[in-house]
DNA sequence: TTCTGACCTTGATCGAGATCAATCAAACGG
DNA sequence: CCGTTTGATTGATCTCGATCAAGGTCAGAA
């Protein structure tokens, strides 16, 4: 199935994906691409469709090709938390556990080049170079969880909302390949509903501080969704830590 | 080195320390066994120790034996968040990185069974079962990770230490091998203090949500360490969830 | 024995963020 | 074209946990 142009950095393995896959693509050697190449299949979730349900049967392995997913966490009366946020290149799943701890929910259209399950994992178990990149990307996102329990912690609401922005900057510049600074532009992949579950707030709390950060100069707000920010440092300070701001992923 | 009596409970590997090595025995086969042994040393670190700064070098390399060490980010200001304990049979230190994420300082003695650097590398890269191993446990930790940005952004204070006490609870009973449940006796191996960096909130309020605990008959405090719960199911209740309250290790 | 310092508890007050409520703007289906 | 819906903003008020402050308890040192 081919579906989308080239965008590969690195190399140009996984041709038909517009994205790289953070999971497979740096370690494929071509007799095991041959093989993934043979197991892919692409599939698209609607936005608001959840693509697995905590504590059901993991059935999708595979990359966000486009789009935006989250992870989140629900307590018994309906209080939510987002606990990561899944963009392009990012893998969704994990070989070797049978059930999801969290609910993985499409924000917007998202589409995944999925995996068939046993096959993956019978690549993962025979390839070590595979596994030891597993274990490297968990250990990211580990840390990444950690600097997020800071985040939900300690910080304050304002600097919270600063601490995203730096973050959805980051994960935008890395994606497309270009340069953080002064002038940056980005769009917003989240609902405020979105971005107060991920920042442990309520939805008012986000908008009033996202307005407090326009008065104060420190980003301009062209829509809801579109930011510039005129003084990227002053965004950083914002923020609270010059930490470089692990991404959940 | 010899020193204290064999607990291991599924095995009887790894005979010199009193517990079992989540990290390795598990999969130890009797080969790289020999290896482990003989790559092994005792160190001791007092109460409030760093046993790793953050930012620096990683040295150390093994599993925590006795006492309990605490994982933690502090902002430029000063505020702190707690975002790991670890307690016996925990792996400290990470095969692969170079620097450290977070600090890790004892919160008392802490003995810590120590593996040479490079050596345990090699084995491990050597060992798929290992590696696989090592992914499983960084699994759970992003999970327990996950359930804790759960406590941080949404729960109330009371929720945040009934949870803690729950956690402890089970983790003290999984160590030695007992079953929870009502008459539940138990000792915090932290102070007010560990335990309000670590739920995200002040030693004011961790010590006013334990007396109004007790006051409500949830726990009784035999004095500010040991704490005796009369009904199981009614301090559950005050977690808030149902889940299996994962531990951040 | 008293003194000292670490740790914990309790009270009074304050304030950041939640809650409740109204309004607005853009998208969409009829 | 207008009515409805969805998402965002803004205002008024309340509340939970932070902050400021005073004591209490206990182990170890003098």
């Not at 609607?46 to 049967?57: H, L, M, Y």
């Not at 993962?124 to 990307?137: F, H, K, Q």
């Not at 939900?152 to 890395?174: D, F, M, N, Q, Y």
Request: glycine residues 6%; neutral net charge; hydrophobic residues 40%.
């Amino acid at each position: 199935m081919k579906h989308a142009p080239l965008i590969a950095q690195n190399h140009t393995r996984c041709a038909d994906c517009p994205i790289r896959h953070k999971a497979v693509c740096a370690y494929c050697e071509p007799p095991e691409l041959a093989k993934l190449d043979a197991m892919k299949s692409y599939r698209t979730y609607q936005a608001g469709e959840t693509i697995v349900w905590a504590g059901e049967e993991i059935e999708v392995l595979g990359s966000v090709v486009s789009g935006v997913a989250t992870l989140s966490r629900t307590l018994p009366d309906g209080r939510r938390q987002m606990v990561g946020l899944l963009l392009p290149s990012d893998f969704v799943g994990r070989p070797g556990r049978r059930t999801a701890p969290y609910d993985v929910v499409a924000a917007n259209e998202v589409m995944i080049c999925q995996f068939i399950k046993p096959q993956f994992e019978k690549l993962v178990s025979n390839t070590p170079a595979l596994e030891r990149r597993l274990l490297d990307m968990t250990l990211d996102e580990l840390d990444a969880a950690r600097e997020w329990m800071l985040l939900l912690g300690r910080k304050t609401a304002r600097e919270k909302i600063a601490s995203l922005l730096v973050i959805i900057a980051r994960r935008e510049a890395a994606l497309n390949g270009t340069t953080i600074g002064d002038g940056l532009r980005f769009v917003l992949p989240l609902t405020r509903e979105a971005m107060s579950d991920y920042l442990g707030l309520t939805i008012e709390t986000v908008s009033r501080q996202i307005s407090a950060l326009k008065k104060s100069g420190v980003i301009v707000l062209e829509d809801a969704r579109h930011i510039r920010v005129p003084d990227y440092v002053a965004l950083l300070d914002e923020a609270g830590d010059d930490s470089d701001g692990g991404f959940i992923s």
